[in-house]
């Protein structure tokens, strides 16, 4: 009798997948109006900080946030990171200096630190290791839904509302994230109760060695993350698009359907192969974004952008988990989401130093993540050469 397959969604699949699109949309919906609110504070020249102090807390609290995942459980650590987003979307209209700005962003980004790395855990735990590519692909459809109706719903309250709405209203998806994470089973065995030890790491803690290749890879895509959330904003300004999250719309659209198709495609064909098809994807999806003088051509930039980073996102996931033993998972998705973090903090800060506000420049950005990304395709050359016959499934 033929095995019927593991039936992976099913309703705690469903509520964390919606969970998730709140989540998503409620962080990422502030980021295309940020520029112009901080320009308007009187902070212009500090565009390159609104990304890059959020990736910093993001990446610190990794360890902690893999540390925990792994012993309070998955779902306490998920209610932490929508929790900071809740209190921040309620700071933002109250702290309105510079200073007060900034250092919401780098509470903020404490967020993003904890909530995904047990997202990732909990998938991991729920579905049978040879789907983990398609359930992390579904999941990242979602996840990746919110990043596209966030900047969209964003875009549209601040051409009618006041920004403050936009803040108040990014606070209450993420309330309704926690609440459905509430209702959700707990699936690490033998969960302790939060003890302040616990939040003591060594190096050991920090960072899982065999998750390191999949870590280094994602950093160089990330870089590109970093430029685009930076100048994409300006950009779309000066090509007479009024909403600005048009392009991040468009971009997570097309990822989407490549999320599904990747995410089974990594499954049978081997997560190396699938991320090389993606990183060359983007490196052509980057050049076409330097260049484009157009809002038509900047669509499709976006568009391009979107289809590679469907194709990578499920396939990076699932070698980072398949690298890593059960019992490390937490600490395996930290240290892949702690390159990430470094990956758009570095392209951000580069972007928004050498941008400074001269579009003339935009395009040398592109080009520079461009080339971090043909390093990452040597890289994964020559780390399949050396691993053949090693992990057949990450090929």
């Known amino acids: ?79 932490i990171g929508s929790i900071v987003c809740v209190v921040c979307g309620l700071l933002y209209p109250v702290l309105t200096s510079v200073a007060g700005f900034l ?24 579905a049978p290791k040879d789907r983990w590519g398609e359930a992390l692909g579904i999941h990242g459809l979602c996840f990746s839904t919110g990043m596209a109706l ?13 920004i403050d709405v936009l803040f108040y209203v990014s606070s209450a998806l993420a309330l309704g994230s926690i609440l459905i994470i509430m209702n959700m089973k707990e699936t690490l065995a033998g ?11 060594n190096r050991r803690d920090i960072i899982l060695k065999q998750s390191l290749p999949a870590a280094f890879v994602n950093l160089l895509i990330c870089i590109s993350y970093g430029a685009m959330l930076t100048l994409v904003p300006d950009k779309s300004e000066a090509l007479g698009i009024d909403n600005k999250g048009t392009f991040f719309m468009i971009l997570t659209l097309t990822s989407l359907v490549m999320r599904f198709l990747a995410g089974k495609a990594s499954d ?3 997560r190396v192969r699938v991320l090389q ?13 330097g260049n484009a003088n157009t809002p038509t051509l900047f669509m499709v930039a976006a568009g391009a952008y979107g289809i590679a980073q469907g194709i990578l996102s499920p396939a990076i996931n699932a070698w980072m988990v398949e690298l ?12 892949g989401y702690m390159a990430m973090e470094a990956g758009i903090g570095f392209g951000a800060a580069i972007a928004g130093w050498y941008y400074a506000d001269m579009l003339e420049r935009i395009p040398a950005v592109f080009y520079f993540a461009a080339f971090a990304v043909v390093i990452a395709i040597v890289y994964t050359v020559v780390w399949q050469r050396k691993n053949v016959g090693s992990t057949t499934s990450s090929y």
Request: aromatic letters at 12%; proline letters at 6%.
């Open 268 to 270: 049978r064909y081997g």
């Open 191 to 201: 969960s302790e109760k939060f003890r302040p030890h616990l939040l003591k790491i």
């Open 324 to 335: 890593s033993s059960p019992e490390h998972r937490g600490k395996a998705v930290a240290t």
């Open 277 to 289: 098809y993606g990183l060359v994807a983007l490196t052509i999806a980057l050049v076409v974004t």
């Open 150 to 162: 966030g900047p969209a719903l964003g875009g549209y309250i601040t051409l009618y509302f006041d």
């Open 103 to 126: 250092f919401l962003r780098l509470i903020h980004g404490f967020s993003t630190g904890f909530k995904p790395t047990a997202t990732a855990a909990y998938v991991a735990d729920i």
């Open 1 to 79: 009798m033929k095995k019927s397959p593991h039936p992976i969604y099913n309703l705690q699949f469903g509520l964390l997948c919606l969970s998730s699109l709140l989540f998503s949309a409620s962080f990422n919906m502030l980021i295309p109006e940020l520029p112009a609110y901080l320009s308007s504070l009187g902070g212009g020249e500090y565009k390159g900080l609104i990304i890059a102090l959020f990736t910093l807390t993001a990446g610190i609290s990794r360890p902690f946030s893999g540390r925990l995942t792994d012993t309070i459980g998955r779902v306490p650590v998920m209610a």
